[in-house]
């Protein structure tokens, strides 16, 4: 598949919280890492970048992907989308993201989003942001000075 092809069925299961189908989207090396958040925090490998998706996912009761423009050449992709997250308590909030994604041979090797940091904790319910550092952080890799 092409790059613009791996990133659209990437973003098809990643909606769909099909984790073993995200993991099929990474290799060993590869690395996923939020803008907001720095290199410092990043995710590398396929269970590692689940791992990292998860924490702050799997507890939502709605996540969508809303509008997005695609961009693509070469080996990069970029999405300019929004995510729409709900939580079980009743907060929701809209997401703009640009996302970049270097595709080499059908594999993500590298992911980065970009998106307002302000925007997510202005409208997540009390709590949940401790509950993000309390919760399994055996993913985070320093990708300082590799992206």
């Given amino acids: 598949m092409a790059p613009r ?62 509008d997005s423009r695609v961009v693509a050449e070469g080996d990069l992709v970029v999405t300019e989308h929004e995510e729409h997250w709900g939580w079980p308590t009743g907060e929701k909030v809209t997401l703009p993201f640009v996302s970049i994604q270097r595709v080499v041979d059908g594999v993500i090797v590298l992911w980065r989003d970009y998106w307002d940091l302000n925007t997510l904790m202005a409208a997540a319910p009390p709590g949940w942001q401790e509950s993000m550092a309390a919760g399994d952080l055996s993913w985070v890799f320093d990708a300082t000075g590799l992206v």
């Fill in 5 to 66: 092809e791996v990133a659209a069925a990437f973003w098809d299961a990643l909606y769909a919280r099909d984790w073993p189908r995200v993991r099929s989207f990474f290799g060993p090396e590869s690395i996923y890492y939020d803008v907001p958040t720095t290199p410092a925090a990043a995710a590398r490998g396929p269970e590692s970048i689940e791992a990292r998706l998860r924490l702050a996912l799997a507890g939502l009761s709605e996540y969508s992907h809303g």
